[in-house]
């Protein structure tokens, strides 16, 4: 597989320094473990230009086909993650967050507090996972597996 990733922590505390980030680390080594190339790691606070802006450098100066983010699809004031990805994409891809959702339930009823999306930008696919360690590799195991088709579909689709 040669798609390039990218993992972009989204977290106040984090950006901060007040917390370590463990889920940005963990995505990362998921996916480096499937066979893609993580290109870039990021860390922004929940300020919805930031994201976006981090979203957009991924996808066309990075050119990342696979934009991750953890954190910021909670129920806080703060957590805008999703408003700022559909800010960004140009297309929403529904089931991907419902897939996840259907796996997180069996694991836990709060699985049903997240609200992540997914979405296409340019030929990046956006995909918006918790900012909690362990949601966020349960979200991202549920989905690993029809990445590289999804990517592929992607790739096909441009002009």
């Known amino acids: 597989m040669s798609y390039k990733a990218a993992v972009i922590t989204v977290s106040d505390r984090c950006s901060k320094g ?17 066979g893609f190339n993580v290109v870039y790691r990021g860390l922004v606070p929940d300020e919805r230009h930031e994201i976006s802006a981090e979203f957009i450098k991924c996808a066309y100066e990075l050119g990342a086909d696979l934009i991750i983010s953890t954190g910021g699809t909670g129920f806080g004031k703060r957590d805008i993650t999703p408003e700022a990805t559909r ?8 089931a991907i967050p419902q ?21 296409i930008r340019g030929k990046s696919l956006i995909i918006n996972l918790p900012g909690n ?27």
């Open 133 to 159: 360690e362990s949601g966020a590799r349960q979200n991202l195991e549920s989905i690993i597996g029809v990445l590289e088709h999804a990517l592929q579909m992607i790739a096909a689709g441009e002009d």
């Open 99 to 119: 897939a996840m959702l259907h796996y997180s339930l069996e694991i836990t009823p709060r699985a049903m507090l997240s609200r992540g999306v997914a979405g």
């Open 18 to 34: 007040e917390r370590t980030d463990k889920s940005g680390p963990a995505v990362t080594q998921m996916l480096s473990d499937a």
């Open 87 to 94: 800010d960004v994409i140009s297309r929403e891809i529904p």
